[in-house]
């Protein structure tokens, strides 16, 4: 059995995250070959045999390993990436791809987007085979490639090409989901359950070019000034998925009168932006929960300095609510933010179910609360998107599970893509400890 100085790697997540986060896997161009073949070597050189590489390009493979059950309880499904976004222009005070533990926090690009994830996953799983945890239906480990640029060498080739391997399973945990924050003294551990679809959308503004040296009002600049104003000025309209009302109503019944108020008024669509504006910066986290959501991301027009541009693109980063169509999506947005002389065409959409289903919720909340007798779990609509869209077209439902127990004062979504990414020690150990009590449990009517 592979050890570190601490005994089995599998009792040192910490560890394992250290070496992940040293493999510098920037997406792009991702280069997640030797990071996914650390990984497969640690597992062969603990006994897990049943451990396949499947790549459509070779520097950006895939892993899937598998621990057999009993049988008696479907396949089971944990999967997460290794790949990162970039660092460039951001101000790090350590090495984003040192891998240090200074301060009881593990640093680097990944500690939680989401090597740490993979790190706490990776030491359940050598745990359940070094231990012979009594696994009800077998396990399955995915470790992916591509998932900052939408999955396509990952999770979707592998469900598009490869779907056999994942014959079978209902259910599945990945990001994200399961880290620690207090609201009114109490402490919420969400699991995400679902998740917004990406909808991007290319805007072509149309004018009439000109010489830049005479001045124009209507042009395709002035177009494109009024449509990026409006879209930082104009509130799609509100609506109450199934998803945000299970956060909501979790939340809102754990805590005080006031607050429990303010949350269950955002649930009734003509008081919701009023709530939203009483709870100031605390509404951030609702928002885009309750609506659809747009953002001008990147900018094509012009030629030359001294020529109006006849055409100018933008592209858009959408995200729609569970159960939009794209159609509904592009309706609201000419009714509420868009002239109807930009054309409005859709780039990529990747849909999501509409609603999720609970079944394996309670156990996962059974595990936080067995964890951490302070735990309140919730469910959670997540804002943005991650490979759970994949897996869902093969009916599996995800949860995003990655339990860490959190200091009060980190503000965890605000380090995640962000200069000193860092994650607790103490964070990971905790995560790999519930992911394996997941997995022992999994399945078992009797616990």
């Avoid at 009734?268 to 747009?294: A, C, E, V, Y």
């Avoid at 599996?396 to 962000?418: C, K, R, V, W």
Wanted: glycine letters at 10%; aromatic letters at 8%; hydrophobic letters at 40%.
């Amino acid at each position: 059995m592979i050890s570190s100085l601490d005994g089995p790697i599998y009792e040192s997540p910490q560890y394992l995250l250290q070496q992940l986060i040293r493999f510098n896997t920037t997406n792009p161009p991702g280069n997640e070959r030797d990071c996914i073949y650390f990984i497969r070597d640690l597992l062969l050189e603990s006994g897990i045999s049943d451990t396949i590489i499947i790549a459509q390009e070779e520097h950006r493979p895939n892993l899937i390993a598998r621990l057999k059950g009993c049988g008696d309880a479907p396949p089971f499904l944990m999967y997460g990436h290794v790949d990162v976004v970039g660092v460039e222009k951001q101000a790090w005070s350590r090495d984003p791809f040192g891998g240090e533990i200074i301060d009881g926090y593990v640093w680097g690009r990944g500690s939680l987007d989401m090597k740490g994830g993979v790190a706490m996953m990776l030491a359940a799983f050598l745990r359940a085979h070094a231990e012979k945890t009594a696994l009800q239906g077998d396990m399955i480990l995915a470790i992916v490639s591509d998932e900052e640029a939408g999955g396509d060498l990952g999770a979707s080739y592998l469900v598009k090409h490869h779907s056999y391997l994942f014959a079978g399973v209902n259910y599945a945990i990945g990001e994200f989901g399961g880290f620690s924050f207090q609201v009114s003294g109490q402490k919420f551990y969400p699991i995400m359950v679902a998740e917004k679809q990406i909808c991007f959308l290319r805007a072509t503004v149309r004018g009439g070019g000109g010489h830049g040296s005479l001045g124009q009002n209507e042009g395709s600049m002035a177009q494109l000034a009024y449509m990026l104003g409006a879209l930082n000025k104009v509130k799609l309209p509100i609506h109450v998925t199934p998803a945000a009302s299970y956060m909501i109503q979790s939340m809102a019944s754990a805590l005080p009168l006031l607050p429990r108020l303010l949350l269950k008024g955002l649930l009734r669509p003509r008081l919701s932006n009023l709530m939203l504006r009483i709870m100031g910066d605390k509404g951030k986290l609702f928002q885009p929960l309750l609506r659809n959501t747009i953002s001008a991301t990147i900018v094509h027009g012009g030629e030359k300095i001294n020529v109006h541009p006849s055409e100018i693109i933008v592209e858009m980063d959408g995200r729609m609510l569970p159960g939009f169509t794209p159609e509904q999506f592009i309706a609201e947005l000419y009714d509420h933010a868009i002239k109807h002389q930009i054309t409005l065409e859709v780039i990529r959409h990747d849909p999501c179910p509409e609603s999720p289903e609970m079944e394996l919720f309670e156990l996962l909340s059974d595990v936080l609360k067995k964890a951490d007798e302070a735990a309140v779990p919730i469910p959670m609509l997540l804002p943005g998107g991650t490979d759970a869209r994949h897996f869902s077209t093969l009916g599996i439902q995800t949860y995003g599970f990655l339990p860490m127990t959190l200091p009060e004062d980190m503000n965890f979504s605000e380090l995640i893509h962000a200069a000193d990414e860092r994650v607790p020690v103490v964070a990971i150990r905790f995560g790999a400890k519930a992911i394996h009590e997941v997995m022992a449990r999994y399945g078992n009517s009797r616990l």
